[in-house]
T-cell receptor, first 111, second 113 residues
Framework: EAEVAQSPRYKITEKSQAVAFWCDPI?????LYWYRQILGQGPELLVQ????????DSQLPKDRFSAERLKGVDSTLKIQPAELGDSAMYLC?????????FGEGSRLTVL | GENVEQHPSTLSVQEGDSAVIKCTYS??????FPWYKQELGKGPQLIID?????GEKKDQRIAVTLNKTAKHFSLHITETQPEDSAVYFC????????????FGKGTMLLVSP
């Protein structure tokens, strides 16, 4: 069964350090999303790609967050510098016809 | 933008009972309403969805109903089992290829044996 792959599953870092998360969507899915999920809340969209183009990054804190999908396949989300409030689950999803499929997520803890 | 409200935040039932989770949305243009189940430490998994051209959809023990006039939709789980225990999220979007899902805050369902 096709899956959205994410790595790393867990990341512990100190504040002010840089962190990066990687996502490989389901083959053939042109739309890719990065969501942030704070413990006890629903996922919130950070950025949406259609192929290699950003469709929506209105909720991405651009002073410290960046995302890219250079070849329209896999994607990287970077945080630099990390802050204590960035501790959360970072979820990647890909979609076909509006139906989203999520990866297992990357749990970030900032100390 | 879209706003999705979900109730209750927690729900405890006995095994075999039914569970109902309700959501309301604000954007009348929304036409796609999925439900996700999230187990501890895992990503959300789609369990059922409904589009605005139907009022009800059923898949074994799970059903979703939609009332577009009132802008609310509900998840119904019958004959609950302990393995149904998880956090459930509703979401809404316009359902087009560029659409963005807006999620509710989730309902923690606990099914006791």
């Amino acid at each position: 069964e096709a899956e959205v792959a994410q790595s790393p599953r867990y990341k512990i870092t100190e504040k002010s350090q840089a962190v990066a998360f990687w996502c490989d969507p389901i083959s053939g899915h042109a739309t890719l999303y990065w969501y942030r999920q704070i413990l006890g809340q629903g996922p919130e969209l950070l950025v949406q790609f259609q192929d290699e183009s950003v469709v929506d990054d209105s909720q991405l804190p651009k002073d410290r967050f960046s995302a890219e999908r250079l070849k329209g396949v896999d994607s990287t989300l970077k945080i630099q510098p990390a802050e204590l409030g960035d501790s959360a689950m970072y979820l990647c999803a890909s979609s076909f016809d509006g139906e989203l499929f999520f990866g297992e997520g990357s749990r970030l803890t900032v100390l | 933008g879209e706003n999705v409200e979900q109730h209750p935040s927690t729900l405890s039932v006995q095994e075999g009972d039914s569970a109902v989770i309700k959501c309301t949305y604000s954007d009348s243009a929304s036409n796609y309403f999925p439900w996700y189940k999230q187990e501890l430490g895992k990503g959300p998994q789609l369990i059922i969805d409904i589009r605005s051209n139907v009022g009800e959809k059923k898949d074994q023990r799970i059903a979703v109903t939609l009332n577009k006039t009132a802008k609310h939709f509900s998840l119904h789980i019958t004959e609950t089992q302990p393995e149904d225990s998880a956090v459930y999220f509703c979401a809404a979007s316009s359902g087009s290829g560029y659409s963005t899902l807006t999620f509710g805050k989730g309902t923690m369902l606990l099914v006791s044996p």
